[in-house]
């Protein structure tokens, strides 16, 4: 599979060179895997970054969930089972590798046809100097954001755990942990 992404400014090519070094970092079963990247320019001054990595034939846990709610049909225990160990011990050997997440969602763990997990999107992982260290930017995907991103405190991997609880919680409910219409209604059932 190849993820193209255009560069827009030196913004732009510094955090996709900083995804890419941490896709390099991380080899394990239960990622994706990185292969290469090149880059191309445009007429238009505008070039494009290209990263190739390990094509993923089963889609994402997110159209699992999808699929399911849809035909009204939970997904069995055992398979929860399967899918929510994978992951953490993906989770634990990207935190050993001293690498923040940022952004664990279902639209991010692929699974291979024969329900191989793979975590994959690099794009806003963080390495840390060391595994206590903490980040302090706020991203994410909403509704998988830890507490402490959305009070603008500082935060590590165990960020990355409230995600994980948020995913298993869907995958046993087939509904996010917190519904909401807006920010302000995510907040209040997050928090309150």
Not at 53 to 73: V, W
């Amino acid at each position: 599979a190849i993820k193209e992404i255009s560069i827009e400014s030196n913004d732009v090519l510094k955090h996709t060179e900083l995804e890419i070094d941490n896709m390099k970092r991380l080899n394990h079963p239960f990622i994706v895997r990185y292969h290469s990247s090149f880059q191309s320019r445009s007429h238009s001054s505008n070039s494009k970054l290209y990263i190739v990595m390990e094509y993923i034939d089963g889609g994402d846990l997110a159209s699992l969930i999808k699929s399911k709610k849809k035909h009204g049909r939970r997904i069995p225990e055992d398979t929860i089972l399967k899918i929510f160990i994978q992951i953490v011990v993906a989770i634990q050997y990207i935190h050993s590798q001293k690498v923040v997440h940022r952004d664990l969602k279902p639209q991010n763990i692929f699974m291979t046809k024969l329900d191989v997990v793979k975590i994959g999107d690099f794009g806003v992982s963080k390495q840390l100097n060391q595994t206590n260290s903490l980040c302090e930017t706020k991203v994410g995907t909403p509704y998988y954001l830890s507490p402490e991103i959305w009070n603008n405190e500082p935060y590590g991997s165990k960020s990355d755990i409230w995600s994980l609880g948020c995913i298993l919680q869907e995958l046993c409910t087939l509904s996010k942990p917190f519904e909401a219409t807006n920010i302000n209604q995510l907040l209040v059932a997050i928090f309150f």
